[in-house]
């Protein structure tokens, strides 16, 4: 998790500007003394839910406190108070200390706890409700008005001075959990005030604010394994000139002219008894001066039924596929992607042959079978569709085939720029968007605690603006999201992006329907986190 830190020295008049999260100074004079207000961000925070014991929360944007049914809800809190107190000079003494949170979303109950945590050692990537840390002595207990913006606890009786200190919240209320932003929002995340004093004549550094926007670290370069997974960095990617006659190739190398960097990844579709990769995306695959990989989409089982191919009724199919890839690609690593999005084409009626076991066991057929017939080459992607209709579905985990057939865990999703309108947000909410928390935590809390050692691959992602008339800057904002929300999603190792002028609802997804949207992307394209050699 990388955090943001910034330092400022400010009049005291200007705490309720508010402040990033990291720790800021406010100053003011009262005597003989200098009272500074000192805001720390949470250096961990996540929350656990006892009707999900193995879930993990850490990456959310949303922390979440209280009851809902039978599920019990409690967000931990860690901050650090570093020594001297936020670099102050020593003889400082702290005279009070709150924590605030800032609502996310929805009413708050009518009663929420702050109480005491005496490990530590807790952190947000690895907080489930099977591992909780015990729930101590309670410090502070509020009533805040149920559309209450923040809510403030007075810990002072624990916070003293420097150090590291954890607590968890909590709340009785049936059916009224609190959700509240936590340190991975954009705004309005969870921060420690300390009001400290010292002596007038000391006064507090004044420092330039930091670079707030987070840079990996990295060696030097990033290579990929035998599976593609990079030592660092994100592998990115294009399938350009969806649903449209321009050859996907010529689209793509207009895509990479447009954008300023070459697609490390070539996404390209195809279905049935279709032999691949052609010439064209072997071409792609083998220009030395744009080093490319590709992903192979394929439907095996278009003109049939996922659960007749599971019992061979494609193996035809499926081994002339693979006697073709031997002798025109060779050895090389290649993504394959078996039958995207398949949460659209399921029938859930038992013997349909299209439900989501079906699909699972299709999935496992054809990858075992290639590799028996020597196909050694080829990375497996399973590639959901991040519509939450399809989430909330009691199927739905019936669709993954298992993880010794899978390399990698994909995701095609896609955000509205349209302020207000449906599936509007930013990079979080595309990545972990949910409506019902209780029946599925958001796509990528689900694949880092379900699938924590698979990469992550964003097999297809997209920005459209239903606006009436388009803004410019609308999709330039989420564009703007993507690099500083990415650096925290450490598992993601994969970025495609799909370019289209118009796709099946009429969406225009291109990335440069505007200047200000073609200049925001190409800012994220620019990112050195993309170098990553084949």
Known sequence: MIRRHTRTLMPLAALAIGAAA????FSGHAGAETTDIVRTGASEDGYSSSSR??????????????????????????????????????????RSARVTLTRDSKALPS??????????????????????PAIGATVSTVKPKSDAATVSFDVSSVVKGAGTYTFAVTSRVANSPARFRSAEAGTGQPALNLTVARPAATKPPVTK??????????PAECKVDAKLVPSCGVLWGAA?????????????????????????????????DELFPTKDEIAMSSDPASPRTLMLNWKVGYGSKWANVANGDQDARIDRLSTFIKTNYGTRPFFMVLHHEPENDVVATAGSGMTAKDYAAMFRHTTLRMKANGVSNAVFVVAYM????????????????????????????????????FHTGDFNYMMNRTTDKAKFPGWYTWATTK???????????????????????????????????????PQVKGLVYFETAKDQNGHDIRMDDTPEALAGFRKIAADPRFNVKL
């Not at 706890?113 to 909780?132: C, F, P």
């Not at 008339?469 to 999201?481: L, S």
């Open 240 to 272: 350009a000139g969806g649903f449209s006659d321009v050859p996907r190739d010529e689209a793509l190398k207009t895509f990479e002219q447009k954008t300023g960097r070459t697609s490390t990844i070539y996404h390209t579709y195809h279905k049935g």
């Open 386 to 421: 991040n519509y939450e209709k399809w989430n909330n579905t009691s199927w739905w985990g019936d669709l993954y085939p298992g993880d010794d057939v899978v390399d990698w865990v994909g995701i095609d999703t896609y955000n509205n720029a349209q302020p207000g309108g």
């Open 451 to 489: 699938h924590a050692s698979k990469p992550i691959m964003v097999a297809e992602w997209g920005v459209y603006d239903s606006s009436k008339t388009v803004v410019g800057k609308n999709k330039a904002d989420v564009y703007a999201t993507v690099l500083p929300q990415l650096a925290k999603m």
């Open 209 to 218: 604010p930091v670079e707030t926007t987070p840079t990996p670290t990295r």
């Open 111 to 132: 009663a929420l706890t702050l109480s005491k945590v005496a490990d530590t050692a807790w952190t947000e990537r690895a907080l489930s409700a099977k591992n909780d």
């Open 53 to 94: 014991p193995t879930y993990n929360f850490g990456a959310s944007d949303t922390l979440v406190a209280g009851r809902a049914g039978g599920d019990t809800m409690v967000t931990y809190l860690k901050f650090t108070v570093a020594s001297p107190v936020a670099g102050l000079s020593t003889g400082v003494t702290v």
């Open 22 to 25: 990291g720790t800021v100074f």
